[in-house]
Every structure is written in C-alpha cells, then in structure tokens.
C-alpha cells in the first residue's frame, strides 16, 4: 500500500530547525496529483481555504506573541471548516484529512509559516494538474 500523501510532515527535525527537504518539491505534487484526480477538490473551494492560512500566517506575523493562542484558534477552525465542504461534497476526505494533519502540526507561529509555503506550492501544482473546475 502506499503511502498517505496527505500525512506531510512539515520539519524533519522541528527542534533544530530543518524543514522536510522534499516537503515544497514532491511532497506538494503528490498532494497536487491525488487531490486533482478526485471527485469534489474544486480550485476555488481549496483556494478559500488557501487564503485563509495566508492570512492566518499574517496575523501570526503582525500580532502581540500573546495573540498567538487566539490565531491558532482560528486555525483549527478550519478542521471542522474543511469537515463542513466534504459534507457539501465540495471537497474529498483526503482533503480535509491534509488540512487536519498540517493544521495539527502547528504549535508555533514558524510551524505556520511552513504550513502556508507548503500551501502555496500546493496551489502551484493544483492549477497545473487541474486547470479547470
């Protein structure tokens, strides 16, 4: 069986600091490739959610440090957001599982940070392998 491609882990070694090397290159295309060859998975439904991690990692940026516990609040929403468009059958189950893993990952305003660049590669990759809705 393989691999889940929606379990990416964003560092390799959090406590030093070292991002998953392959997590912006393959990691974001084999998301890209499972995501768009599903049913559901629309561009502009995931690109809601994209938007919202930008400006999430934003607030994360700009804000008081003492803010940070109300911004990852607000970034666990989007697990039950994400839950709310399968069930509108807006977006797949591997989907909202991606969202869950990244969005559990991130403790820290630089986890986040991480979670929006791998994002947007996604993004990257998706326009590619599903040009059009």
Not at 101 to 128: C, H, I, R, T
């Amino acid at each position: 069986m393989s691999p889940d491609v929606t379990q990416i882990s964003l560092w390799a070694d959090r406590e030093k600091g070292v991002l998953n090397p392959l997590i912006f290159s393959k990691s974001a295309r084999e998301l890209s490739r499972t995501l768009a060859a599903q049913k559901g998975n629309k561009r502009t439904q995931i690109r809601k959610f994209y938007d919202e991690v930008l400006r999430l990692d934003q607030a994360a940026k700009k804000e008081n440090p003492e803010r940070w516990p109300n911004v990852l609040a607000q970034l666990h929403l989007l697990i039950p957001k994400a839950a709310y468009a399968q069930g509108r059958d807006l977006v797949s189950p591997e989907f909202v599982r991606f969202i869950q893993n990244s969005v559990e990952q991130v403790k820290l305003p630089q986890d986040l940070s991480v979670f929006a660049n791998l994002f947007e590669a996604f993004m990257g990759f998706y326009k590619l392998d599903r040009p059009k809705d």
